[in-house]
């Protein structure tokens, strides 16, 4: 008999990264010019614990996937006409800033406190997901504090595999340094997983399963709840893009081997 | 500080094109633009444009479509699809989408849904739930695809669908069983060739046994030939799959779309093959209309940028006006660019009105069709009993124009129930929308699409220019000849504008632009609406007139008085819709949070591109006009006078409105663009 898990996974939006993100000034804080009007994507951190989320239910019949998702809700809007279509969810939404330069900890509690208003989840049964960090914020600090607000103490970060085994056993491989995996074994409900890449493709779009989880996007988006969510104590002296230095060549007579050849060179200068 | 913070997004074109409230809708146009920005763009970016052949490279176009759920587009939810009810405006969109990259790519998509389409629109209830079945992704297997085979070869080929050489004969009818049929067709051009597992195929009858023509299916597993025949050497949408098939097969006469009688001994069809292309393209045009405009809003976005990078990489340094600003130092690329731009916009604002239009129009004429059979009322007798209702039709043009406060609800309630005055308003609509976004949108479009090349300089004319404006030009050519040419477009509105419906209701919006100018004075539809009096003025005339010769100026065979008059016609219906797009953003956008910031901003762009687009058309409008009534006019001629003065007060309604154009152009020059286009190239 699978074990029967209550999957909440944790994900908002970030610009989409081809756009130009230059960052500004405005009232409340840094923030990146136009970024209201930028064509926004979930968190592609967020988008693998998802896809695994989801995959989990097909193997474990009668569980569960909530994603709960803070961000400002015209924009979370858009980006789930995308989303809804790729798996089964039902969506938990907080009106909230989203932007990379608002306080983690605002965002954490943010995100219990809506966790902790679904109605029909059985926290003994939790798995909490996430990604190991935002694409926007890159700090990798919301899921740690979330889970130790849930009390959720079984924490494991940049997971790229989680194997689950009767009676609750979980093996769990976390990314380390130079390449490798750290493999955990536990045991028991709640733990908290904060994904990296996982192993999953995107799923292949189903309308189907878009028009299902609609019935409860919308009704989920209009009762949205507020969060203050503010840059906090935080005090901004400047924010700028990080440096970057492009040399593009276009080749389209060079086979892949000469490529990574020259590549490796370049890395050994 | 720019005028304009980024390029429009889906919040607005969602508004302006009003779907903002079909979640359908949207989640069809994100699907459509991952295929197209991934799969589609990678085919064309790894040259798959270059050969005539079907490979399996071009074959993960169908996966892709498969993978994304856009198979299913076309079918309802009972059926595997996800849209209920009218998918016209489904169908737009998504060729608008793939289009914005291929439209060779978006053709296969929706040639697979014109291969149904005399099946859902005129099958009978078996031959619908099993051809939607077969080519539905509910069973998890491969899906059918289909091909829709009406064109045959030259000296045939081209215009007059009327004309077949495609034969039906009995070749097995025995006593109580079901007949075989002989079926020779040969096709040209047909869409989805290499791959179609069944075939909808228009055919006349070669024996007294059987009445008239009709659309038949044919199967790739029926007895005899089923020769998928030579590729079409094409010089454009190559992603799309086109050849010249021939078929020698037998089939039971079940296979008749609609099925059929046995009157007499003779098998008489339930539907005429004209009368289910009749069902068909009426509809189908649209999406191809839209192809071009996606085509030309697509290249502001490499424009920009090329235009911005020209001098970079040379001696010119950071901080420069020749490094930061590029060729956009000078005022004339911004300028060009405004008129690519607003032709995109005004295309897309008609084009998606007609779908909508389509979409409010299928219903209606369903149950128009089902009144009509229940009251025995078929051939002239419905058409008679259509014309009746004009004069309602008229009454609830006037309630529907009216300001609210004068609007009475019984009535409109009364003349609504009314099910052949719903059904001729929309006939009379669909007559005008959908040949011309058909025409406009890709004639003139592909005019402009030059004029996006141009402005890519010598790179737009390679494989390697972003965006693949190069092959867009070449694509759009033929986008204004497949699924009904220019002139048949033109010929289809002459016939169009002459009904008191069509008369009725454009006088109403003269009235309703000058009402929106008076509210609204920045949009410039006051212009318009004098325009638009000029060219009411013209009809009248021309009608009314003959040459020096003594021949009528208006009539069917004087295409040289009428096909250019029709092109204005468009102009000014794609002006007026792309106002109406504005001001429903006006009124709509302070909705939506995400626009709320920077909404004034978009809406004044917008105003100073509507102003663009009145502008060139009042001056179309007046040139071509006067081309027509002064070039036929004799000394006799009656109306010259008031002519001029409706020619002159046109003129006079732009006054300024150049400035408009160098408002919006100088607004090219700051608006963010991303870092890269998201699509290879």
Known sequence: M?????????????PDPLQTLEPVESPAGPSLKNEMMLPAVLDPWASHALYEAAELVKKCPGSKVWLVSVAPKAKLQQVMMNIAQKVPFELVAVEGASSGFMEAAGTANALATAIDGIADLDKSRLLLFGGWESASRGAGAVMQMLGEKLHVTEQFQGVDVLEVGDDDQFLIKERIEGGSYQVNETSGCPVLLGWATGNLPEPKNNPQ??????????????????????????????????????ETRVEKNMSADAIADEIVTWLNE | MSSLPTLPGDDIRQIMWRYSDRYDLQMAVQSARQVARTTVARLVAEGERNNHEWNDKKNELLQSYDASGLTNLYMDP?????????????????????????????????????????IH????????????????????????????????????????????????????????????????????????????????????????????????????GDEGTYDRGAPTLKLVH???????????????????????????????????????????????????????????????????????????????????????????????????????????????????????????????????????????????????????????????????????????????????????????????????LNPGTKLWNTGYGATMMREAVTLMGGYGTTEDCPGFLGQKWMDAQLEATYEGPEAVQR??????????????????????????????????????????????????????????????????????????????????????????????????????????????????????LSKVQIARTVGEVIRSCGEIVFGYATEETEGIDQFRELQ????????????????????????????????PA
């Not at chain 2, 085979?149 to 009818?173: C, H, M, N, Y």
């Not at chain 2, 040969?186 to 006349?204: C, E, L, Q, S, Y």
């Not at chain 2, 003129?651 to 408002?663: D, H």
């Open chain 2, 491 to 608: 010929r289809h509105l002459t016939l169009g504008v002459t009904s008191k419906i069509f008369r009725k209701e454009y006088s109403l919006m003269i009235a309703e632009l000058e009402r929106i100018s008076a509210e609204q004075p920045d949009l410039g539809t006051k212009a318009l609406a004098s325009a638009m009096k000029l060219w009411e003025f013209t009809l009248d005339h021309l009608q009314q007139s003959s040459d020096a010769n003594g021949k009528k100026l208006y009539h069917n065979k004087r295409q040289g008085v009428t096909f250019p008059f029709m092109d204005t016609l468009c102009w000014l219906i794609a002006s007026r819709y792309f106002a109406l797009d504005i001001v429903e953003l006006k009124e709509k956008g302070p909705l939506n949070p995400v626009l709320a910031e920077n909404l004034e901003a978009y809406i004044s762009f917008y105003e100073k």
């Open chain 1, 209 to 246: 399963v878009g028009m299902l989880n609609m019935r409860t996007v919308m009704p989920a988006l209009q009762r949205a709840t507020k969060a203050d969510i503010t840059t906090g104590d935080v005090d901004y002296k400047s924010v700028s893009l990080p440096k970057q230095k492009r």
């Open chain 2, 121 to 220: 629109e005129r099958g009978t209830r078996e031959q619908v739930e099993y051809y939607m079945g077969k080519a539905s992704l509910m069973d998890g297997g491969t899906p059918w695809r289909g091909a829709f085979a009406l064109t045959e070869p030259l000296p045939f080929v081209g215009v007059d669908t009327g004309v077949l050489s495609g034969k039906i004969r009995i070749a097995e009818w025995e006593e109580g069983k079901e007949p075989i049929i002989d079926v020779e067709k040969r096709g040209r051009f047909i869409t989805n060739m290499d791959f179609a597992n069944f075939v909808t195929a228009a055919v006349d009858s070669d024996d007294e046994r059987i009445k008239g023509s009709c659309m038949i299916t044919l199967e790739e």
């Open chain 1, 2 to 14: 699978p074990n029967v898990y209550h999957i909440v996974v944790c994900g908002s939006i970030v």
């Open chain 2, 78 to 118: 009972e059926q595997g699809g996800f849209i209920e009810g009218p998918k016209n405006m489904a169908m737009a969109l998504v060729a608008f989408e793939i289009s914005w990259v291929d439209a060779g790519a978006a053709t296969c998509s929706l040639a697979n849904n014109l291969a149904l389409a005399p």
């Open chain 2, 238 to 432: 190559q992603l799309s799959s086109t050849r010249d098939p021939v078929f020698r097969l037998k089939v039971p006469a079940s296979r008749i779309i609609g099925g059929y009688e046995v009157v007499d001994g003779v098998i008489v069809p339930k539907y005429q093959h004209s009368d289910v292309i009749a069902a068909v393209f009426h509809r189908t045009r649209i999406p191809v209309g839209l192809m071009t405009s996606a085509k030309l809003l697509s290249a502001i976005e490499p424009v920009i940028r090329y235009q911005r990078q020209r001098f970079r990489g040379g001696d010119s340094s950071e901080g420069t006006p020749r490094f930061d600003m590029g060729l956009q130092m000078n005022e004339d690329v911004t300028h060009r660019l405004i008129d690519v731009w607003v032709t995109g916009e005004a295309g897309s604002s008609l084009g998606f009105a007609a779908a909508r239009e389509a979409d409010q129009f299928d219903p209606i004429e369903k149950q128009k069709d089902q009144y009509c059979e229940e009251q025995g009322l078929t051939g002239r007798k419905q058409f008679m009993a259509i014309r009746k209702k004009e004069a309602e039709v008229i009454e609830y043009l006037e309630q529907l124009y009216a300001p609210e406060s004068e609007k009475d609800a019984d009535r409109i309630a009364e003349l609504e129930s009314d099910i052949l005055v719903k059904f001729a308003l929309g006939d009379a609509r669909a007559n005008i």
């Open chain 2, 648 to 679: 002159k007060q046109a003129e006079e309604s732009v006054i300024g409105f150049k400035l408009a154009k160098e408002q919006a152009a100088e607004a090219l020059v700051g608006v963010m663009i991303p870092e890269a286009l998201d699509y």
